[in-house]
């Protein structure tokens, strides 16, 4: 029923048929976020003047315009239909109230699930950087957010502590994700609090990995009953651990003619641990000649056993590509963010939904630069990020301006 006051439109187009988001149209068609709104329960039962497939642009959108009001983020999604219509047409963007509650009603659940259906590894059979003896090289690792200032999002998220039992002045989320070391996609993500490790975090991630994947991870990671699932999964593993007393005690098994070693993997309590079937890794020791007096010494565990497949000294090299999953959080955090930027929303469903629309917003624009970078022939890694969200701003805005 209409409201009271309520006229009809000139044209029975709505705002839904007129946001033009360039290429994040093209890497999250609209067909396929009606989907997901709809497979989530999110469908609005009437006619609103801004429905949830805008809003769930709208989300995407304000990872591109992090400094943007929301009036601003808006006119930037609507300012491609006026561009096509040669600016005889125009839209005005409902009122900054309006905008919020259309985010409340929303939710973080379509972003999240959009990310989930959308995200995927991007390199290609011959895309540089993605491949070690024909697996696809990924990595595992966590970051935090800081969050606005807010007494739900700090009851929610919690907040790190710093010197003298004080604690930090915002909120703060984590994020763990798994990205292509090659192409810096980031293919599965979790979002918890600030009190929940990343090593409690993986779990969830461990059904995004399969059979062909190399899985890369730092020391911190390492748990018997972790590695456990994840080789359970079929991909492999190539993790570095601690080299101290409380790091793992493998067992030796057997030398490899590349210096390094086959051992047995078993917890020795409790004792039902030592009962279970012990784990075959392969251990990699080595330090790098740096010029220290006392280099540091790394060892990585592998199931990768074969030394005539890839040999210890490949294995130490590919280990670098953790890396690259660092200069992921970069471009999330300092690129597209903004540098100390805190988060805008106030409730932790917001937040939620506003961390999944950066995910989602960096898995369209790493699309790009992985699309570009094929085109010419070049490493996706030689693509500057920095010059990427311009570009992409500038197909939301003005569509038109630019061929296929």
């Keep these: 029923m209409p409201r009271a006051g309520w006229k009809k439109p000139e044209s029975d187009r709505r705002l839904s048929d007129l946001v033009s988001v360039g290429v ?10 009606d989907e997901v709104i709809a497979q989530v329960g999110r469908t609005e039962r009437r006619h609103r003047s801004l429905p949830a497939r805008v809003m769930a642009y709208f989300s995407i959108g304000m990872a591109l315009y992090s400094e943007g009001s929301y009036e601003d983020v808006l006119v930037q999604l609507t300012d491609g239909l006026s561009w096509a219509s040669g600016w005889q047409e ?32 991007i ?23 800081d969050v606005a200032d807010t007494t739900g999002n700090a009851e929610f998220f919690g907040r790190p502590g710093v010197n003298k039992g004080e604690q930090a002045a915002f909120p703060q989320a984590r994020v763990v994700a798994l990205a292509e070391c090659g192409t810096h996609a980031v293919f599965a993500a979790q979002v918890g609090a600030y009190t929940q490790s990343e090593a409690t975090l993986i779990g969830s991630l461990l059904d995004r990995l399969e059979p062909g994947m190399l899985l890369l991870a730092d020391r911190g990671f390492f748990s ?5 699932k994840a080789i359970a999964t079929g991909a492999d593993l190539l993790w570095r651990v601690r080299t101290d007393k409380a790091g793992p005690q493998p067992t030796h098994v057997q030398d490899l003619e590349d210096g ?15 009962r279970e079937e012990p784990m075959l890794v392969r251990v990699i020791d080595y330090s790098i000649d740096d010029g220290r007096e006392n280099p540091t010494t790394y060892r ?19 280990y670098t590509q953790r890396w690259e999953i660092e ?14 930027t805190v988060l805008r929303s106030k409730s932790p469903d917001l937040v939620l939904q506003e961390i999944w629309g950066h995910l989602c917003c960096h898995y369209a624009i790493r ?9 010419f022939g070049h490493d996706p890694d030689r693509v500057s990020f920095v010059a990427a969200p311009r570009i992409t701003r500038q197909t939301i805005a003005h569509p038109g301006a630019f061929s296929p």
């Design 123 to 145: 390199g290609g059979e011959a895309t540089p950087g993605v491949w070690l003896a024909g697996r696809r090289l990924v990595a595992v690792d966590g970051t935090c957010l």
């Design 367 to 375: 699309t790009l630069m992985a699309e570009a970078a094929h085109h």
């Design 90 to 121: 125009a839209y005005s963007p409902p009122s900054k109230s309006a905008i919020f509650q259309a985010r409340v009603r929303l939710g973080s659940e379509p972003l999240a699930a959009l990310f989930e259906r959308v995200a995927r590894p």
């Design 300 to 318: 990585l565990f592998s199931t990768v056993l074969d030394p005539a497949e890839v040999s210890a000294v490949d294995l130490a090299a590919a």
């Design 327 to 340: 200069l992921v959080f970069d471009e999330l955090k300092t690129h597209q963010r903004g540098p100390r």
């Design 224 to 228: 018997y009953a972790l590695w456990r």
């Design 24 to 33: 994040l149209t093209r890497v999250f068609p609209p067909v396929l976020v």
């Design 260 to 274: 390094s070693w086959l051992a047995h993997l078993r917890r020795s309590t409790p004792a039902a641990a030592r």
